[in-house]
T-cell receptor, first 114, second 117 residues
Framework: DQQVKQNSPSLSVQEGRISILNCDYTNSMFDYFLWYKKYPAEGPTFLISISSIKDKNEDGRFTVFLNKSAKHLSLHIVPSQPGDSAVYFCAASDSGGSNYKLTFGKGTLLTVNP | DAGVIQSPRHEVTEMGQEVTLRCKPISGHDYLFWYRQTMMRGLELLIYFNNNVPIDDSGMPEDRFSAKMPNASFSTLKIQPSEPRDSAVYFC???????????????FGPGTRLLVL
């Protein structure tokens, strides 16, 4: 029972173009969402997050959009750079009460071609 | 800060042997998490601690797995006896929560790649 789904295992984009990574969730109790980036042989690193009270959060080249009614979020990277090539994990949290668990998707491998 | 430190980085062992993975969280963080990453299941939370106390161990797969946090700067994940299906990358992460401000961001260590033959 996967509560956070990233249906595209991989994505290939040309340098300078937009990368769009998608994530769907099923648990309506999730109210905080994060994206992590992971390079080979390293741990995931936090990239950007969004609370369910917002529908957009922007940080430089990275923007996360949240559509609560569709239980869908997406990460936009503009413009994409070869250094962005990594595995991107979507994660969600039900931060009510004292629960700080993150539930992760399986990840999407982004390849940005020069 | 050195970040989350995990040791060893790689471990190869034979089925039936005991395996101990170690983690030093970032100083000042009061949450510690152990994850396992496999191709089939992705990143799974095994257990997490708050102020050295285990809060949720529902992700621990079997009694062969145990985790301890004797103090704020050290945690272990032990597998005894180990089996080939335990082969995975094990990550430790730590975080702190800013009360009234927002939510946690977890900082991950580099992981321990475990291979059980």
């Amino acid at each position: 029972d996967q509560q956070v789904k990233q249906n595209s295992p991989s994505l290939s984009v040309q340098e300078g173009r937009i990368s769009i990574l998608n994530c769907d969730y099923t648990n309506s109790m999730f109210d905080y969402f994060l994206w992590y980036k992971k390079y080979p042989a390293e741990g995931p690193t936090f990239l950007i997050s969004i609370s369910s009270i917002k529908d957009k959060n922007e940080d430089g080249r990275f923007t996360v959009f949240l559509n609560k009614s569709a239980k869908h979020l997406s990460l936009h990277i503009v413009p994409s750079q070869p250094g962005d090539s990594a595995v991107y994990f979507c994660a969600a949290s039900d931060s009510g009460g004292s629960n700080y668990k993150l539930t992760f998707g399986k990840g999407t491998l982004l390849t940005v071609n020069p | 800060d050195a970040g989350v430190i995990q040791s060893p980085r790689h471990e190869v062992t034979e089925m039936g042997q005991e395996v101990t993975l170690r983690c030093k969280p970032i100083s000042g963080h009061d949450y510690l998490f152990w994850y396992r990453q496999t191709m089939m299941r992705g990143l799974e939370l095994l257990i997490y601690f708050n102020n050295n106390v285990p809060i949720d161990d529902s992700g621990m797969p079997e009694d062969r797995f145990s985790a301890k946090m004797p103090n704020a700067s050290f945690s272990t994940l032990k597998i005894q006896p180990s089996e080939p299906r335990d082969s995975a990358v094990y990550f430790c992460a730590s975080s702190w929560v800013l009360a009234g401000v927002g939510k946690e961001t977890q900082y991950f260590g580099p992981g321990t790649r475990l291979l059980v033959l």
